[in-house]
């Protein structure tokens, strides 16, 4: 069964941190690629991190390298999103993805086979 559900999501101030959590099952965890997306209003879905369940690989969108970083618990099935010093700019709904299509590149939204429901982050100046 395929389960995707995040929560972690809220409203902070410039400068503060938010950790997302997803949680999978564990048919979906251990397929191979999870990822982080988000989508402001009125903009495209634009890849954040991903990071291979199965090892140690980690990718990271060039904007976010520094400030976001993507962690695993296989224990727990659940691909974490530690976001720091938020800026305004990362207000939007973040979805976690899983399954990576074969030769589907990371940061590609149409490349996963499952998402979730998304989780609000709104960060105020």
């Known amino acids: 069964q395929v389960q995707l559900v995040e929560s972690g999501g809220g409203s902070v101030q410039a400068g503060g941190s938010l950790r997302l959590s997803c949680a999978a099952s564990?048919?979906?965890?251990?397929?191979?690629?999870m990822g982080w997306f988000r989508q402001a209003p009125g903009k495209e879905r634009e890849a954040v991190a991903a990071?291979?369940?199965?090892?140690?690989?980690?990718y990271y969108a060039d904007s976010m390298k520094g400030r976001f970083t993507i962690s695993r618990d296989s224990g727990k099935n659940t691909v974490y999103l530690q976001m720091n010093s938020l800026k305004p700019e990362d207000t939007a709904m973040y979805y976690c993805a899983a399954e990576l299509q074969n030769g589907a590149r990371w940061d590609s939204p149409k490349g996963y086979n499952y998402w979730g429901q998304g989780t609000q982050v709104t960060v105020s100046p």
């Open positions: 564990k048919y979906t965890y251990s397929r191979n690629y």
């Open positions: 990071i291979y369940t199965r090892g140690v690989f980690t």
